[in-house]
């Protein structure tokens, strides 16, 4: 579908790797620091975590925005405004006086991060289909993954030795530096805008065919359970293993980028087997893997095991699992519409963000002194899936 040569294909799922990076290093650059933050804001790692959620939220807002503008401008443009917005929200955030100006700088962050996956698929889409769309998904995902293993190790370590606004800054620098990349490299993936694309009316008919459509249900459902599962994990794991068994942070940060490097593993051995296995079997597996991970994290948790190897090896089983649904639901998902890949990207984007809110937002109202509610959360989650 694309008359890319080998050498460009290579450069653009690079490009799309580190787009896509964009929420891993707005999220998990910041979570070792948690504690850090709440002390230099005077408030609660809880309320700290609830920014979390909020970026979760405008994450879920801003999957709805950034395929139809894609759609109707291109999608250079578009992911030059994300990256600028990225950048000029962390930079905000980092000269937060209070918890409540924080998070609402992560809300804005969150509409601008949601690009990176949106944006990146939609530019998939608009290159290959079928098991080639999966292979493609699984390799940029692949690069992408890169961020989830050094992010918590440079989060962990500048939360111990640096302010706690380092890790914003970091995230501000890594937009800009993005933003040159793209505007240099990057080469326009469609050939014309459809002007048509923000009409309202047709706005509300692609997302009514997108939504009755079957098998963008059971994908978008299906990767969303498991990503809210990564989620639980994101948002309370923190509050776990540094405040309640004691892990320093730069620990904490190592360990989070092993949960990290088995999604990476996943990714890359999916990428590999999908053209062969096809899009459901390899869906399937990874449900099946994520389930034996949360089993055993829920089992190990109920004989009230405070140790973090209960938590991070079953985390790392369901990880690896993930790394099998999460790039090939989204191939699924979008395979249905190469016409308005935008806004289908945007749709499966949300529903899978705003299922993470939810969860995430959830689980912040309770006491996290062992891993029980997060293990419970994780093994409902990979049951729906």
């Not at 999966?134 to 293993?149: E, Q």
């Not at 990503?227 to 320093?248: D, H, R, T």
């Not at 890359?268 to 459901?280: A, K, P, S, Y």
């Not at 969860?359 to 293990?375: E, P, R, W, Y």
Request: positive net charge.
């Amino acid at each position: 579908m694309t008359d890319l040569n080998s050498r460009q294909i290579i450069l653009t799922v690079v490009l799309l790797g580190i787009l896509g990076m964009l929420g891993p290093i707005g999220n998990d650059i910041f979570i070792p620091a948690i504690p850090k933050i709440a002390g230099g804001l005077n408030t609660t790692t809880s309320l700290v975590s609830i920014s979390i959620s909020a970026i979760f939220l405008g994450s879920a807002i801003g999957t709805l925005l950034h395929g139809p503008l894609a759609d109707r401008f291109g999608r250079k443009p578009v992911i030059l405004w994300v990256l600028g917005i990225y950048s000029l929200a962390a930079t905000a955030a980092a000269f937060s006086s209070n918890v409540e100006t924080l998070i609402i700088c992560r809300f804005f962050q969150g509409i601008a991060l949601s690009g990176g996956r949106v944006l990146s698929a939609t530019v998939a889409r608009d290159l290959f289909d079928k098991e080639r769309l999966g292979k493609m998904m699984s390799d940029v995902m692949f690069i992408t993954s890169v961020a989830p293993v050094v992010a918590p190790i440079i989060g962990g370590f500048t939360a111990k030795y640096l302010p706690w606004q380092s890790s914003l800054v970091f995230m501000a620098i890594f937009g800009g530096l993005v933003f040159i990349l793209f505007s240099t490299m990057f080469r326009e993936s469609i050939t014309s805008e459809r002007l048509d694309a923000l009409r309202l009316a047709d706005l509300w008919r692609n997302v009514r065919v997108t939504i009755a459509n079957h098998a963008f249900q059971m994908h978008s459902l299906c990767g969303g359970f498991m990503l809210a599962g990564f989620v639980v994990f994101l948002s309370v794991s923190a509050n776990v293993l540094i405040e309640s068994y004691g892990v320093p942070a730069e620990t904490y940060g190592l360990m989070f980028a092993a949960v990290s490097v088995c999604y990476l593993i996943g990714t890359f051995i999916g990428g590999r087997l999908v053209t062969r296995q096809g899009l459901g079997r390899m869906i399937g597996w990874g449900v099946l893997i994520g389930l034996v991970g949360a089993v055993l994290m829920l089992a190990l948790a109920a004989t009230a095991l405070k140790t973090p190897t209960a938590v991070i090896v079953p985390m790392g089983v369901f990880t690896f699992g993930l790394g099998f649904v999460n790039p090939n639901t989204v191939a699924g998902a979008l395979q249905p519409f190469p016409q308005i890949a935008g806004s289908a990207s945007s749709l499966t984007n949300f529903i899978r963000s705003i299922m993470g809110a939810a969860v995430s937002f959830g689980t912040s109202f309770f006491q996290h002194d062992d891993a029980l509610i997060m293990a419970s959360t994780i093994f409902l989650l990979g049951c729906a899936a």
